[in-house]
């Protein structure tokens, strides 16, 4: 267990540091910068006391490559997480729940998650958008029974006041599986 927690950490880390290697200076190692990146976006959310109810509900099946099967699209579950937001309003996101996946079998789910916001209406302070990424781990039932994936996916959302509708689109060829779930900021 603690051999995954460590590749977990290094692959969250490796993928924040990302843009920061380019501006880095000649000086300054990948290592520190990934240390840097670990202690900028990992670090902040886990320390703080900021708690998130997830809720699951609805999973999107497009393209030809589903249309010959019965999935379900009620992928009801829920979780927990904990976000940090930054002095320009962005979060970083760490997360953990499970729902049901396009056989009803449970699909667990943690990872990592970085979002930039904007407010599109300054009529409505309370309304922003968001897009950024995600990077984890799942494990389903029909691939490997329960063998953990890696996974590095785009994140979108709608926030009010504490409330989020967020999704994230996986394409696969000869289709696409989109997953739906709403956030709640304690």
């Keep these: 267990m603690k051999i995954k927690k460590f590749f977990f950490l ?3 880390s490796t993928l924040c540091a990302l843009p920061n290697l380019t ?14 990146a670990y202690e900028t976006h990992i670090v902040p959310p886990y320390r703080e006391n900021n708690w998130d109810l997830y809720l699951t509900g ?5 393209g030809p490559l589903f249309a010959d099967k019965k999935l379900n699209a009620r992928a009801y579950g829920g979780g927990l997480g904990k976000h940090w937001t930054d002095e320009n309003g962005h979060q970083d996101l ?14 667990p789910i ?11 209406f300054h009529s409505l ?5 968001g897009a950024g990424f995600t990077v984890g781990f799942t494990a389903r039932a029909d691939i490997l029974h329960y063998t953990p994936i890696p996974f ?6 709608i926030r009010f006041n504490k409330f989020s509708l967020m999704t994230t ?8 599986l989109g997953l739906f779930w709403g956030r709640y900021e304690f």
């Design 152 to 157: 590095l996916l785009p994140i979108g959302s």
């Design 94 to 107: 760490l997360y953990v729940f499970l729902f049901l996946d396009s056989h009803k079998d449970p699909e």
């Design 23 to 36: 501006q880095a200076q000649s000086n300054e190692s990948t290592v520190q910068s990934i240390k840097s």
């Design 125 to 129: 302070p309370s309304l922003s958008l």
């Design 58 to 62: 609805y999973t999107w099946h497009a």
């Design 169 to 176: 689109v996986l394409p696969r060829k000869g289709g696409a």
């Design 10 to 12: 290094i692959l969250i």
């Design 110 to 120: 943690a990872g990592y998650g970085r979002q930039w916001f904007t407010q599109p």
